[in-house]
């Protein structure tokens, strides 16, 4: 048990075979000083962890604050989680790092990418967490840009569950952070290898609805 709570909160799961002595040092720096960072600075608070699976596959979603708050949701989470993200991210030498050595998988938006597919599913099928913003752009429930079904689609197709999760924040430069994990979202009794839209929106505005609630969004948004 002791075991599993030291897992819960450092960067080893992250480790693979074959990863050299200073890779491992580079993401249990990286790792140490970003928690740090957000618990002093943020406050953070987590809430819900409970509600991720202890095994198996699962697709985590949360809303899209900005740049500098995205990573709580993977630090502070108690499993693995695989994050999908835009490609242009990956020309900035640090944010490369960063995405290799936490096995962000880069996404070419506007287009279907067949190689995101793939490691996306490689990632469901090896009983990882999967994550993804659908909004699928910074702050997008303020903009009210149209929501992807990107996340519904890889929850469907391998009826997997959906973790969804807020993140509360407000307008005021360094505000506390609130991390909520909420419950399971399970779809599996639509699965299919080609969803239809119809569904797909469906699960998608659900979940959107249940990630808004958990960041408390209706208020943040004024604040």
Request: glycine share 8%; proline share 5%; charged share 30%.
């Amino acid at each position: 048990m002791k075991e599993e709570k030291n897992l819960e909160k450092s960067s080893k799961k992250f480790d693979k075979p074959g990863d050299s002595w200073f890779t491992k040092l580079q993401r249990r720096v990286i790792w140490t000083v970003l928690r740090g960072f957000y618990r002093l600075v943020y406050r953070i608070k987590v809430e819900g962890t409970e509600n991720i699976p202890k095994e198996g596959a699962f697709v985590i979603c949360g809303n899209h604050i900005d740049f500098i708050k995205v990573p709580v949701i993977v630090l502070f989470s108690p499993r693995k989680v695989n994050f999908i993200a835009k490609i242009e991210l990956f020309k900035n030498p640090f944010l490369k790092r960063l995405g290799e050595l936490f096995d962000v998988i880069p996404v070419k938006r506007g287009k279907q990418d067949v190689d995101a597919m793939k490691k996306s599913l490689r990632v469901l099928n090896n009983g990882e967490g999967l994550g993804l913003f659908p909004e699928g752009t910074t702050r997008g429930l303020e903009k009210g840009v149209k929501v992807k079904n990107g996340a519904s689609f890889m929850a469907l197709r391998t009826g997997k569950p959906i973790v969804p999760v807020g993140v509360e924040v407000t307008k005021r430069p360094f505000s506390k952070i609130i991390v909520r994990y909420g419950k399971i979202l399970d779809y599996s009794q639509y699965q299919s290898r080609s969803p239809e839209k119809e569904v797909l929106d469906k699960v998608t505005e659900e979940m959107m609805d249940v990630i808004k609630d958990l960041a408390n969004f209706d208020k943040s948004a004024l604040l």
